[in-house]
């Protein structure tokens, strides 16, 4: 186990609602990475935050939102849900950057249905 | 920029047999490598990651994979697979900046018949 916590593990929402998923990361880690895994597709990068400024986004809309707080746990919002972001979402947790200075804890992930 | 090429969608092999997946990469600067394992509604585990030196990685669960760079490959392998080696497998590339995060195939699933 890699000490990663996500909570909750599954949920259901309809279009338009709002969701927060939470992590909390491995102890001494001061960066959180959330990525987004479809089903049948691999992980794809949402969002980082190192020391609670977000430092990296990729192809997500305004929508998709986030914070670190001061113990380096983060969160996930996503406002207006589409059926299409029904998907496993996972948090990473690293020290420094992450693929750069080292690897990447996952937590096993929230599992979100948007009907 | 940067890509991850898993040609194999789904490979089935049988225990005790051999295994290699393949992954292929398209990146700007020397790349950090990575696989990782996820079992059915799991997060990911690492396997195995390749920094520098030597280009022949050995991983937990008796997996290794080799670096050519003149291939742009990181090829995975296990000598003899065992049955709870049934899983999805992904390739993951990512630069030595420390804040570019990881790019992922999109994983070769294994299945595993007696």
């Known amino acids: 186990e890699t000490g990663v916590t996500q909570s909750p593990t599954h949920l259901i929402k309809t279009r338009g609602q709002q969701v927060t998923l939470r992590c909390s990361s491995q102890?001494?880690?001061?960066?959180v990475s959330w990525y987004q895994q479809a089903l049948g597709q691999g992980p794809q990068f949402i969002f980082q935050?190192?020391?609670?400024?977000?430092?990296g986004r990729g192809n997500f809309p305004p929508r998709f939102s986030g914070l670190q707080f001061p113990n380096y746990s983060s969160e996930l919002n996503v406002n207006a849900l589409e059926l299409d972001d029904s998907a496993l979402y996972l948090c990473?947790?690293?020290?420094?950057?992450?693929?750069?200075?080292?690897?990447?804890?996952f937590g096993e992930g929230s599992r979100l249905t948007v009907l | 920029a940067q890509s991850v090429t898993q040609p194999d969608i789904h490979i089935t092999v049988s225990e005790g047999a051999s295994l290699e997946l393949r992954c292929n990469y398209s990146?700007?600067?020397?790349?950090?490598l990575f696989w990782y394992v996820q079992s059915p509604g799991q997060g990911l585990q690492l396997l195995l990651k390749?920094?520098?030196?030597?280009?022949l990685v050995q991983g937990i669960k008796g997996f290794e994979a080799e670096f050519k760079r003149s291939q742009s490959s990181f090829n995975l392998r296990k000598p003899s697979v065992h049955w709870s080696d049934a899983a999805e497998y992904f390739c993951?590339?990512?630069?030595?900046?420390?804040?570019?995060?990881?790019?992922f195939g999109k994983g070769t699933r294994l299945s595993v018949i007696a």
């Open positions: 990146y700007g600067a020397t790349p950090y």
């Open positions: 102890s001494g880690h001061n960066t």
């Open positions: 990473a947790s690293s020290l420094a950057g992450g693929g750069g200075t080292g690897e990447l804890f």
């Open positions: 935050y190192y020391r609670e400024e977000e430092n």
């Open positions: 993951a590339v990512g630069a030595h900046s420390g804040n570019t995060p990881l790019v």
């Open positions: 390749y920094f520098s030196g030597d280009t």
